[in-house]
């Protein structure tokens, strides 16, 4: 089973804010691929069903961002899952442009507390993942404020286009391997 996780922070509070990018993508894809995410448990919100043919557990661990490696740890062990090759995690990333993508089979955590965090609990950075652009925080602004304020309302559709081709390029990945999702995704925006 591919795991696929979208990281964010629990909470109507949280919902449109720009380190919830990783759950809005996972919303689209549960509805995209109709998949019920009904199940609570390794701490976090999941759904099991197919996408392209492959059966996959999307997941929204429910610990808060900075320790989003402990539900994945717990998931990639009950599931038995290779994490180089059965796992994907979407989160959202402030040195890409608002909405463009870049894709990765590995890396450092860039800063990222939620993916450090699953670096730390997976004991390896060799995962792929999917970087969805939120933008730079403004001078003067507080990373933390910037992360956990909300999406401008005249950015919400190019967001919303660009969870759409995140939908895409997981739906890729999972098919084709990350590799390819690379070359026809990274660096596309709106």
Do not use: W
Not at 24 to 35: F, Q
Not at 82 to 106: A, C, H, M, T, W
Not at 151 to 163: N, T
Not at 172 to 181: S, V, W
């Amino acid at each position: 089973m591919y795991i696929v996780a979208g990281l964010g922070n629990p909470g109507s509070k949280y919902e449109k804010t720009r380190h919830n990018v990783g759950f809005r993508v996972i919303d689209r894809l549960a509805e995209k691929y109709h998949i019920n995410m009904n199940m609570k448990k390794h701490k976090a919100v999941c759904g099991t069903g197919v996408i392209e043919g492959v059966k996959v557990l999307l997941v929204k661990p429910q610990t808060y961002m900075n320790l989003s490696g402990e539900s994945i740890r717990e998931i990639v062990d009950f599931y038995k899952t290779d994490p180089e090759r059965e796992f994907l995690v979407i989160y959202d990333d402030i040195s890409l442009e608002p909405g463009q993508l870049r894709i990765r089979k590995k890396g450092s955590a860039g800063g990222h507390n939620g993916v450090k965090n699953i670096i730390h609990h997976l004991g390896s950075q060799v995962f792929p993942r999917i970087k969805v652009g939120v933008g730079g925080k403004p001078e003067g602004y507080d990373l933390a404020d910037y992360v956990l304020g909300h999406i401008p309302a005249e950015a919400e559709k190019e967001m919303l286009e660009a969870y759409d081709r995140a939908v895409a390029a997981a739906a890729e990945i999972l098919t084709e391997g990350p590799d390819k999702a690379m070359n026809d995704y990274n660096g596309s925006s709106v």
